[in-house]
């Protein structure tokens, strides 16, 4: 038996939905069936061996949690696996009611074409497994050579498996881990991590992410993809992703938990990039005026809330047109950078300085305690701007204005208080080059 001979069944009125899923699975090899409802996937089920069914929640008439337990009445459906994808139903109440239909797993749109490939061709391989077995348990049923080749067979895809799987106590003893999960965190052998006394502290050494981990698991009695930094016996953290379950022996001794984890760092790494990129100025390395925004406000609530106060300062370069004009573009996009090395050097570590547009910084004072101090900060900035930069080993000089407004006297709020900073400069330019000017007193010269 191969990927070829297997069916994978996509339920989802939505065409486009049909379509996406059929595509991303193109490649791995199997036979794809769709049907548009649940009353469709019931007569599929019926007249066809599927591999893995994979099942969207809401539809018209028969919901999906509905046509799941539909599917577990039929003789052709009771085993085979169902994978819940959903874009609205993401809350921890419809994940408890979507595993308590029998579903394995549950996804949210986007899906990630990666995570959804890899689960569907580990449901592929375990399908053929079962197949095999099946076919060898019954051509054998009367021997104990086919249960001892069941078994075997069963442990060569817990060895085999790229994730690792595990059980253990709830106080953290590990009582067996697959060879993935021995390499995942970097230990010699299966033995050596079952051997430390509570394992789930040395994976998880952040206590208040254990405590979170355990509370849901008592609570819900499954944990489905619980993120944490989890470290590896050299002490490198790295990001996991764990699904896991309480389970009651049948004897009803004490309960265990057995679950799956998954290094997810390269994800979480492009996830920070990406967070990174959205507040980050890519010309200067500086915060953006989005990034800038957000912290304003967060000085401003704690201003308000302590009773302190903040100031806000707009700087504009001055010449800086002609310096685009007399050497292209390429040599102010140089000269942005130098000038925003420079007064980053002069601003305290609590402070923010960021590139609001073009040649334009803003500059967040957090807990000011005069108005003295707010302006010889600014004083310092434009101090700071006196010695020329050098720009394709050439000499440039650019002067700089300066306005201030500050909390609470010039405003309450973010877009005021740079509205007035911005009126500030421009009151301050009119009367001198290279100025500072506050919002009630524009002009002030350096």
Not at 15 to 24: G, S, W
Not at 85 to 114: C, H, K, M, S
Not at 360 to 379: I, Q, Y
């Amino acid at each position: 038996m191969n990927c070829k001979n297997q069916k994978v069944l996509i339920v989802d009125d939505s065409q486009t939905n049909l379509a996406l899923l059929d595509h991303m699975l193109g490649e791995e090899g199997c036979e794809i069936m769709q049907a548009k409802s649940g009353l469709e996937a019931l007569e599929m089920v019926r007249n066809n061996d599927f591999a893995l069914i994979l099942l969207d929640i809401q539809m018209p008439g028969m919901n999906g949690y509905d046509t799941a337990l539909r599917i577990k009445e039929l003789d052709r459906g009771r085993h085979v696996p169902v994978i819940f994808i959903t874009a609205i139903y993401q809350d921890e109440d419809n994940v408890r009611q979507g595993y308590a239909t029998g579903a394995v797993d549950y996804l949210f749109r986007p899906v990630d074409v990666q995570t959804l490939k890899s689960k569907v061709q580990a449901f592929l391989q375990i399908n053929e497994q079962k197949v095999l077995l099946e076919r060898e348990i019954e051509q054998r049923r009367k021997s104990e050579r086919a249960l001892r080749l069941a078994e075997e067979k069963y442990r060569s895809i817990f060895e085999r498996a790229v994730e690792g799987i595990f059980q253990s106590t709830l106080d953290g003893c590990l009582l067996e881990v697959n060879p993935a999960m021995v390499k995942l965190f970097g230990y010699d052998s299966a033995d050596e991590m079952i051997a430390l006394e509570d394992m789930r502290a040395t994976l998880m050494p952040d206590e208040g992410e254990r405590e979170r981990y355990l509370e849901i698991l008592q609570r819900d009695g499954i944990v489905a993809s619980f993120e944490f930094r989890a470290a590896r016996k050299d002490g490198e953290l790295i990001w996991c992703s764990e699904s896991s379950r309480l389970v009651t022996p049948e004897d009803g001794g004490v309960q265990l938990i057995e679950g799956v984890l998954e290094d997810i760092s390269k994800r979480k790494r492009t996830e920070m990039e990406l967070q990174h990129l959205a507040t980050m100025d890519s010309l200067t390395k500086i915060p953006n005026r989005h990034l800038f925004f957000d912290r304003l406000e967060h000085a401003l609530a704690s201003a308000k809330r302590y009773g302190t106060r903040s100031a806000v300062l707009f700087v504009d370069l001055d010449e800086f047109k002609e310096v685009n004009d007399n050497h292209g573009h390429q040599a102010g996009d140089e000269l942005l950078r130098q000038v925003a090395e420079r007064l980053q050097q002069r601003i305290r570590e609590a402070d923010t300085l960021a590139r609001l547009g073009g040649d334009e910084f803003g500059v967040l004072l957090s807990g000011v305690d005069s108005e003295e101090g707010a302006l010889t900060v600014a004083r310092n900035l434009l101090e700071v701007m006196k010695e020329p930069f050098e720009i394709k080993g050439q000499p440039v000089s650019v002067g700089a204005t300066i306005g201030i407004s500050f909390y609470p006297e010039d405003g309450k709020d973010g877009v005021t208080l740079i509205s007035r900073a911005d009126a500030a400069m421009y009151g301050a330019k009119r009367k001198c080059r290279e100025a500072v000017g506050t919002y009630r007193q524009c002009g002030i010269p350096k």
